[in-house]
């Protein structure tokens, strides 16, 4: 199994974000992504950095890819998702507005905010030139089983959503901006305060999601800790790991730990508990009755 | 020329009374996990589709059939059926959502005109175009994430036409792209057909007031003498930092019929109007009040004035993200 760290969902100031990717250049993770794809305000922050990091990424010997936006609406960002293809890496779709641009002949992969949830969708794409999807989160396990089949059959390699908050909606709204009450024009880049996300609760304060300028995040992490050996088993080669602040670099290693058989799924869960602060662990979409639940809920625990 | 109104029919009855009313074109779905209405009670059988099909044509309006769910891996023969049975029936076109079924459909019918849904979130010119040169597109229902200027900047783009939603339901994140639903219920608009779902919903009395809970969240609670809004998940009243509140959208519907001068003017063909699960009388007043409008329109003369307020349901009205301040 190999891992990729997925693109950051958050807004991180400039030196932070380049820290984060000198980290990942020497975390045992195979892949990464990197680039915007929440907010196109966001790029011009820190858009100066990322030819340096996607450098030190491929002399570290990982594999680099670049993401789109995932909502592509205005002329700026169809200009912005046009010259994508230009930074010499392979680039990740994650709005199918990136292959009105990229060169016929051109490999790429798709990223979780793809609409990929059957055999023919993915045969279409590999078609097109797809060589990794990962596929989106929300999907069941006899899916995931069904489309890594699928995958296999045609040279696609398929990754799943392995650790972080989840990526549940992406709107023309800005939230931040909204409860700030700004218009998202005027944002004043209220996002950049919660590089984690803001926690939304609900009236009885029971945690619930977290808001990301215009994305939606659950408020929940993540976590396929308890599904390695089942996702193995089904044929997937990657998890993908979303970035979070604190010592990612520890967590990467964690997963390393729990797929080289040296830590165990409890182990891990614990682990990953503490390194977030405390963040609640989910698996529900791949087993669950909802997306919400944890597979290995303590009784009297919300499930 | 005078814009296309498309109407919601949840059932055969639906059907012919908004074909009554005026409709230009009607659209619906077979009863069944395909459609994004998939409710208990709703939608259409083979047999009805291919009689409300005659029925239409026989009054000269049109009827589309929404399959427009993600197909799930492994079952895709369940939407490729449903494809081919509309077909069979003579609808007059599909709208579709999943790129594997349009692929498939393209493939397959060739001659089955083929819109492009909402739920594929196609949200700028190069999309419609790349979906009319990969398969033949022919319409998109454009995502609820657009101004009117950025609509009619799509439009001078591109010659696939335009439909947008002018009343009924809001969402407020971009369409088929939004797993809040099953998040907290473990059943969605792409893979179910759903949204916030009923089977999931619970009323607690709560000392006088009473809470709605989504899948066992919180969505909303209000006094005993306040109306209660049904708990949609992206409408419900959250705490986040020192605020609470209405944090994505407040409980409100959509409502454009003020903007559709400029709708026509922005080069749209068709306005839409959701609500498949709505009632028959409330289908044909919706629809009586819009072609009026339209035809008002191409007249040249003014809008009817406060035509709709009274379908809102007590609730507030939004122009939505045709207007900008509105994100």
Known sequence: MQLTVGPNQFFWKADAWSDFYDQMATAPVERVVLGELVCSKRLPFY??????????????????????????????????????????????????????????????????????????????LADRGATRICLPPELPLASVTA?????????????????????????GRCYHARLHKRTKDNCQFACEDDPDGLSVRTLEDQPFLAMNGVQTLSDSCASMANQLEVLEKAGVTALRLSPQTGDFARVCQAWRDRIDGTLDAAALSAELETLSGGMRLSDGFLTGARGADWSRAKEGEPA | MVMEIVCP?????????????GAHTV?????????????????????????????????GAKVLVAINTYPRAGAEAIWHRA??????????????????LLAYAAKHHPGLRRHLSVQAAAANADMLNFYASEFG????????????????????????????????GLCVMAEGRC???????????????????????????????????????????VGADEPAPYPTLCKGCFSAGDATGHL???????????????????????????????????????????????????AGRPMPEGMLAQLTEGQAATAGAYKKTWR
């Open chain 1, 47 to 124: 858009q100066d950095r990322i030819p340096g990091a996607i450098e030190t990424l491929l002399e570290a010997g990982k594999e680099v890819a670049v993401t789109s936006l995932a909502l592509v609406t205005l002329k700026r960002e169809r200009k912005l998702t046009a010259e994508l293809a230009d930074a010499g890496v392979e680039v990740e779709v994650n709005d199918l507005t990136t292959l009105a641009y990229l060169p016929k002949d051109a490999p790429f992969s798709v990223g979780p905010l793809v609409n990929v949830y059957n055999e023919g969708t993915l045969a279409w």
């Open chain 2, 137 to 168: 597109v022919k319409r998109v229902v454009l995502p609820r994430v657009l101004s009117v200027p950025e609509i009619a900047a799509i439009n001078a783009e591109t010659e696939v036409e335009t439909e947008v939603f002018v009343f009924g």
């Open chain 2, 9 to 21: 029919a949840g059932t055969p009855a639906s059907l012919r009374a908004a074909v009554k009313a």
């Open chain 2, 248 to 298: 994505f959208e407040d409980p409100v519907s959509l409502n454009a019929e003020k903007l559709i001068p400029q709708l026509a003017k922005a080069g749209v063909t068709a306005l839409k109007i959701e609500g498949r699960q709505r009632s028959r009388s409330y289908v044909a007043q919706v629809v009586r009040n819009f072609r009026a409008a339209v035809e008002a329109q191409a």
């Open chain 2, 179 to 221: 797993s809040l639903s099953s998040y907290a219920t473990g059943l969605s608009p792409n893979m179910n057909g759903v949204c916030s779902p009923a089977s999931h919903v619970e009323y607690h009395d709560d000392h006088g007031a009473l809470s709605a809970k989504l899948g066992g969240f919180t969505i909303h609670k």
């Open chain 2, 83 to 100: 494809v081919a049975d509309a077909e069979k029936c003579g609808v007059d076109a599909v709208i579709l959502a999943d790129l594997g």
């Open chain 1, 147 to 171: 489309l890594a089949a699928e995958g296999a059959a045609r040279g696609v390699a398929i990754e799943v959503w392995g650790h972080g908050r989840l990526p549940l909606a992406i709107s």
């Open chain 2, 27 to 59: 659209y619906c779905g077979f009863a069944d996990e395909t459609n994004a209405r998939n409710f208990p009670g709703l939608n259409f059988d083979r047999d009805e589709m291919r009689e409300g099909v005659k029925f239409a044509h026989d009054h």
